[in-house]
């Protein structure tokens, strides 16, 4: 049956992202008929986004890491699937979807749309050498800029930067990295973690120029200039701007959705629209925007059943995030950003194990690297949930 068959207007999925997939498979172990659809910007090929900041490492092109294409995936999924759609509006009241002048009808509405690369200036990302990469697509278009060069310049220094460094020196690339913050992956990591991994990178040769920005890049010759705020110019073949993503919000916005960083829903994924819901990198759970895969898989099942008739909250537990700088492997299971604490640490070259704890000792969160990291699990049962047990089941 397709998605409208029948007079029931189909549950609209936006996004063929993990989010996306992830749901509907989640969906179809529950009911085989229910009327899907989803709706998509790209070519809805069926791929592991953690996957592009291996691609090196692992020897995998753009086409090697697409899982399946879309059409196999309607038909394994049973649904319809519309790709190179871009959905441009919701309008809740008229349970509709707007593409353009079209207007789609839905019985409910999950926006699972991800989060958009933060663009740095024109004067940066205006140079057709600078490129992000944050889909299939853009990993494809990077692969090609970079076919037969060898240096590349990556900016921003955070999980997702220090990633691509590790991965672009295992392919054989010369990478220099550019960041305001004086440590990587500020925010995330305490100081000597992030100083174990800076360390670790620079052994394997990737070079840091931390505490600067980038001001301007320009292209001479085929080669990338870039000029950064300390007055010292680089040179490259291509830039890659990793400087963090931010989730999508204006459409949601804009339909009379309740944004704030993310956008904003209860335990059930629900947002302030009836029969809207909001899962994976746009949605701001309570208060949490976590972008990672864990959190939208335990919220893709717990979705399937609240839409299938037996309303679940999300529980979120302990979620450590694996960072993948294999010359430094490296697990954090972050503190809450509310919470009161001090950093334990203990360290010996680049095996650095640090503790978060309360005044009476409790663990919040912890960072560990090299020898440490076969600690995660042990650790993260010993750190409160993200998300406790909801008190009461809401209907
Ligand atoms: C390089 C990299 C490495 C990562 N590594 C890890 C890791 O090791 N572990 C981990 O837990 N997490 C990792 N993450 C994060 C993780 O991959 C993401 O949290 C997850 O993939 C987000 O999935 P999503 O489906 O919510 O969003 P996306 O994958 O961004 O999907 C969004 C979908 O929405 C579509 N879309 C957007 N706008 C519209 C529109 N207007 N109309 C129609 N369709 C639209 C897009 O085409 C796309 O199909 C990594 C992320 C990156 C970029």
Same mark, same amino acid.
């Given at each position: 049956?397709?998605?409208?068959?029948?007079?029931?207007?189909?549950?609209?999925?936006?996004?063929?992202?993990?989010?996306?997939?992830?749901?509907?498979?989640?969906?179809?172990?529950?009911?085989?008929?229910?009327?899907?659809?989803?709706?998509?910007?790209?070519?809805?090929?069926?791929?592991?986004?953690?996957?592009?900041?291996?691609?090196?490492?692992?020897?995998?092109?753009?086409?090697?890491?697409?899982?399946?294409?879309?059409?196999?995936?309607?038909?394994?999924?049973?649904?319809?699937?519309?790709?190179?759609?871009?959905?441009?509006?919701?309008?809740?009241?008229?349970?509709?979807?707007?593409?353009?002048?079209?207007?789609?009808?839905?019985?409910?509405?999950?926006?699972?749309?991800?989060?958009?690369?933060?663009?740095?200036?024109?004067?940066?990302?205006?140079?057709?050498?600078?490129?992000?990469?944050?889909?299939?697509?853009?990993?494809?278009?990077?692969?090609?800029?970079?076919?037969?060069?060898?240096?590349?310049?990556?900016?921003?220094?955070?999980?997702?930067?220090?990633?691509?460094?590790?991965?672009?020196?295992?392919?054989?690339?010369?990478?220099?990295?550019?960041?305001?913050?004086?440590?990587?992956?500020?925010?995330?990591?305490?100081?000597?973690?992030?100083?174990?991994?800076?360390?670790?990178?620079?052994?394997?040769?990737?070079?840091?120029?931390?505490?600067?920005?980038?001001? @301007? &890049?320009?292209?001479?010759?085929?080669? /990338? +200039?870039?000029? %950064?705020?300390?007055? #010292?110019?680089?040179?490259?073949? =291509?830039?890659?701007?990793?400087?963090?993503?931010?989730?999508?919000?204006?459409?949601?916005?804009?339909?009379?959705?309740?944004?704030?960083?993310?956008?904003?829903?209860?335990?059930?994924?629900?947002?302030?629209?009836?029969?809207?819901?909001?899962?994976?990198?746009?949605?701001?759970?309570?208060?949490?925007?976590?972008?990672?895969?864990?959190?939208?898989?335990?919220?893709?099942?717990?979705?399937?059943?609240?839409?299938?008739?037996?309303?679940?909250?999300?529980?979120?537990?302990?979620?450590?995030?694996?960072?993948?700088?294999?010359?430094?492997?490296?697990?954090?299971?972050?503190?809450?950003?509310?919470?009161?604490?001090?950093?334990?640490?203990?360290?010996?070259?680049? @095996? &650095?194990?640090?503790?978060?704890?309360? /005044? +009476?000792?409790? %663990?919040?969160?912890? #960072?560990?690297?090299?020898?440490? =990291?076969?600690?995660?699990?042990?650790?993260?049962?010993?750190?409160?949930?993200?998300?406790?047990?909801?008190?009461?089941?809401?209907?």
């Amino acid at each position: 049956m397709t998605a409208t068959q029948g007079n029931q207007a189909p549950i609209v999925i936006i996004g063929s992202g993990l989010s996306g997939y992830s749901l509907a498979r989640e969906l179809r172990k529950r009911d085989r008929d229910l009327p899907l659809m989803m709706i998509t910007a790209d070519d809805g090929a069926s791929y592991s986004k953690p996957m592009l900041s291996t691609g090196f490492t692992k020897a995998k092109t753009a086409d090697e890491l697409a899982q399946a294409e879309a059409g196999a995936m309607a038909e394994q999924l049973n649904m319809e699937l519309r790709t190179h759609t871009r959905v441009t509006g919701i309008d809740p009241e008229a349970h509709e979807v707007l593409i353009g002048d079209e207007r789609l009808a839905y019985g409910k509405l999950v926006l699972a749309w991800g989060a958009d690369v933060i663009r740095l200036p024109e004067a940066v990302s205006g140079c057709d050498r600078v490129c992000s990469i944050n889909d299939l697509e853009d990993y494809r278009h990077f692969r090609t800029l970079v076919e037969g060069h060898r240096r590349v310049i990556l900016l921003g220094a955070g999980l997702i930067g220090c990633e691509y460094a590790n991965d672009l020196r295992n392919g054989g690339y010369e990478v220099t990295v550019v960041a305001p913050s004086t440590q990587v992956m500020p925010g995330l990591l305490p100081e000597p973690a992030a100083d174990a991994v800076r360390q670790a990178l620079e052994a394997e040769g990737v070079r840091f120029h931390l505490g600067v920005a980038a001001e @301007s &890049v320009s292209e001479e010759n085929g080669q /990338a +200039r870039v000029q %950064l705020s300390d007055g #010292a110019m680089l040179q490259g073949d =291509v830039v890659v701007s990793a400087v963090g993503l931010r989730p999508r919000t204006e459409l949601a916005a804009a339909g009379g959705l309740k944004v704030g960083h993310g956008i904003r829903t209860d335990r059930w994924l629900a947002t302030s629209a009836p029969d809207i819901y909001a899962l994976g990198d746009c949605a701001e759970v309570e208060g949490h925007v976590l972008m990672y895969v864990m959190p939208l898989m335990a919220g893709a099942r717990a979705l399937a059943a609240t839409l299938t008739g037996e309303p679940t909250p999300v529980k979120w537990g302990a979620m450590p995030v694996m960072v993948k700088t294999p010359c430094c492997p490296t697990a954090v299971c972050p503190p809450a950003q509310s919470s009161d604490g001090h950093w334990d640490v203990q360290r010996e070259g680049n @095996s &650095v194990k640090a503790l978060y704890r309360d /005044a +009476r000792g409790g %663990l919040l969160g912890f #960072a560990v690297t090299g020898d440490h =990291v076969i600690e995660k699990q042990a650790l993260s049962k010993e750190v409160p949930p993200v998300l406790a047990p909801a008190p009461e089941v809401a209907g």
